[in-house]
């Protein structure tokens, strides 16, 4: 039997105050590797102090972690050779060029004259930046910016990067486009541990996600468990005869009629095994539909169930 391989980040107990201000009352987190973790909360709720934790940019109160196979504890030097970060404030030198900005930090990670040229023409292509490579930084426009951040941040080859709202004022062309490299790091093996208010960018990258609220983890998955745990859920039936529409409210349970639509909404989870029950159910006795739209609660709705109400319970999907 094959062992898994550890995860690339695994954390206990986190805990974190500031004076009598609690941020982290004790989270537990797990992010697999090659893949795309997510942390989503509203502003306070404690995302960053949790990359500054595991990054090693502040101390934890209490609990135990280990990056890329270290412990954040007795060995946060071995963590910082394994990780880069990319905050939610650029990095970027504005007086430097791009290349010079990469040229630096291939002095601090101490790569040769020659291995650093390579490594910043190969970054300065990767993030199609070579035609801008010998122009100020302060020209840049916002997303180009954020790509030599992110360039910056790889001249290390890390492990495992730490993505604290990348994409913040970014416009959509932008912020697609790095999405695009975010899928091409984690391709690469990379582990991308990221934070946004973005909920679209969660669903469209995260592999897991973890939604935190009030200094505590309330809920944790992939987009689509955490979607079919949100009531709302439905399938919408359409009939062409009013007969057909008359068997189907017979037969389907707690379904919502409208006959001037000849429509029935019925309660749905989302998943393909309860639509293939409901289309199996129909089949038997003969009901024959026009037509079906699913509809499951966005992130949207999941995160705004889950946050902001001291009085939830917390959610596992995993």
């Not at 690469?188 to 946004?196: K, R």
């Not at 935190?212 to 745990?229: C, F, H, N, P, S």
């Not at 998943?271 to 003969?286: F, G, I, T």
Request: proline fraction near 5%; charged fraction near 25%.
């Amino acid at each position: 039997m094959t062992t898994p391989p550890p995860p690339a980040i695994a954390a206990t107990g986190l805990r974190k105050s500031y004076g009598d201000h609690p941020v982290l009352g004790g989270i537990d987190l797990r992010v697999p590797r090659g893949t795309v973790f997510s942390l989503l909360g509203a502003n306070g709720a404690g995302k960053t102090t949790t990359v500054k934790i595991l990054s090693t940019l502040v101390r934890a109160d209490g609990g135990s972690a280990r990056v890329a196979g270290h412990d954040l504890a007795t060995d946060p030097d071995a963590v910082r050779a394994t990780i880069g970060v990319t905050g939610q404030f650029s990095a970027v030198d504005n007086l430097l060029t791009g290349r010079e900005n990469l040229r630096l930090m291939a002095d601090l990670h101490h790569l040769g004259r020659a291995a650093g040229r390579r490594r910043v023409a190969e970054l300065l292509e990767r993030f199609d930046l070579v035609e801008a490579a010998g122009k100020p930084a302060v020209t840049y426009s916002g997303g180009m910016r954020r790509r030599l951040d992110l360039a910056m941040t790889l001249v290390g080859s890390p492990e495992v990067i730490f993505l604290d709202e990348p994409t913040t004022g970014l416009d959509p062309r932008s912020r697609r486009a790095m999405w695009r490299i975010v899928r091409e790091l984690v391709a690469g093996g990379v582990t991308i541990f990221l934070t946004t208010q973005y909920l679209e960018e969660a669903d469209e990258l995260a592999d897991l996600i973890a939604v935190l609220d009030r200094g505590g983890i309330v809920a944790t998955g992939t987009a689509d468990e955490l979607k079919r745990r949100i009531p709302g859920g439905h399938v919408l039936l359409r009939f062409a005869d009013p007969r057909d529409l008359d068997a189907a409210a017979r037969v389907v349970r707690h379904a919502a009629r409208d006959g001037d639509a000849l429509a029935l909404r019925v309660p749905h989870d989302g998943s393909p095994r309860s639509l293939k029950a409901l289309l199996d159910l129909l089949d038997e006795n003969a009901v024959e539909v026009d037509a079906l739209d699913t509809h499951t609660p966005d992130l949207d709705d999941v995160f705004l169930a889950l946050t902001g109400n001291p009085d939830h319970e917390k959610v596992t999907a995993r």
